[in-house]
């Protein structure tokens, strides 16, 4: 029995597991990450996380899966920039590890590694053609066709979140105006509701809280919010004809407060063929640190 490592790295922090091949974590670890680091301190810290792993491995460790937001550049494993870690430029990940590991290490955006996640793990097992949403800060996607991810040019496809649903709407964290995340989406509901009220928000359980008591504007911003997304899924299911689409991440979690909505909406606006067999799913909890792990298992096949 082989072992794999998945390495999640985000704005808040770097999480990581040890997992076999079935998806079954052996252990963990969580290195907080901050504006303020630099690639030195970065590498390092990713160094010694995945060395801890290592040495309380029973078994041999066969790879090295790794996701981070994008933009990347997967062919060359360099993490290109991040807007939440400012101070990290053009990053040689993947050289770096197999230099100081000798063992096989994989790299790819995070929302991709949230598809194969749910593809091994999750509620897209063996789906023939599956999208998954990755509804947190930001929105993104991935997509798996017939077993294989379809991740584009040096990794940076399917950035659904940056497709427009309201032109000259909302200003996105993107910089352009009325993108997907700019109305579903933890940032997009804190910027609207900011916009709306003059007030902050705490949370994007606040908003669903505010809105199950009839708050007037926090039941606009969902609305609208819910809208927006589903004619996204409906450019998707037109688009790529998927069997399953998956809803993973924070928001998700939230499923109970929007889901039933959005699936109706859907199938309002789709063509009525696709109503007899896409399926809309809120994700199984397939952490962002075992769907990078799942990068090993895809580059096998």
């Given at each position: 029995m082989s072992s794999i490592i998945g390495v999640d790295i985000g704005a808040q922090s770097i999480k990581a597991c040890l997992t076999n091949e079935s998806g079954k974590i052996i252990s963990q670890s969580d290195c907080k990450t901050g504006?303020?680091?630099?690639?030195?301190?970065?590498?390092?810290?990713?160094?010694?996380?995945?060395?801890?792993?290592?040495?309380?491995a029973k078994d041999p460790v066969n790879g090295i899966g790794l996701g981070s937001p994008g933009p990347i550049d997967k062919e060359n494993g360099i993490l290109i920039s991040s807007a939440n870690l400012p101070l990290l430029k053009n990053v040689p990940l993947v050289d770096f590890l197999?230099?100081?590991?000798?063992?096989?290490?994989?790299?790819?955006n995070d929302a991709n590694c949230a598809a194969l996640g749910e593809y091994w793990f999750g509620e897209g097992k063996t789906s023939s053609n599956l999208i998954v949403?990755?509804?947190?800060t930001g929105l993104g996607?991935?997509?798996?066709?017939q077993g294989k991810?379809?991740?584009?040019?040096?990794?940076?496809?399917m950035e659904v979140g940056h497709t427009t649903i309201h032109p000259g709407g909302a200003l996105c964290g993107c910089g352009q105006r009325g993108c997907t995340e700019a109305y579903f989406s933890a940032s997009g509901f804190s910027s609207r509701f900011l916009e709306k009220t003059g007030s902050?928000?705490?949370?994007?359980?606040t908003l669903f809280d505010l809105a199950s008591k009839h708050h007037k504007e926090a039941n606009e911003i969902l609305e609208e919010g819910i809208e927006s997304l589903a004619q996204l899924i409906r450019n998707l299911i037109h688009l790529l004809n998927p069997e399953h689409i998956v809803l993973s991440g924070g928001i998700a979690k939230s499923y109970s407060f929007f889901g039933k909505r959005l699936e109706n909406r859907v199938r309002e606006i789709?063509?009525?063929i696709f109503k007899e067999y896409v399926k809309i799913l809120p994700g199984k909890s397939v952490t962002g640190a075992l769907g990078a792990a799942s990068l090993c298992l895809d580059n096998k096949t």
């Open positions: 504006p303020e680091m630099d690639s030195k301190l970065f590498l390092s810290s990713l160094e010694e996380q995945i060395s801890e792993l290592i040495s309380g197999k230099k100081k590991f000798g063992i096989p290490v994989y790299y790819d949403l990755t509804l947190g996607g991935g997509w798996v066709f991810l379809f991740d584009g040019y040096l990794g940076n496809s902050k928000l705490s949370d994007v359980e789709i063509f009525p």
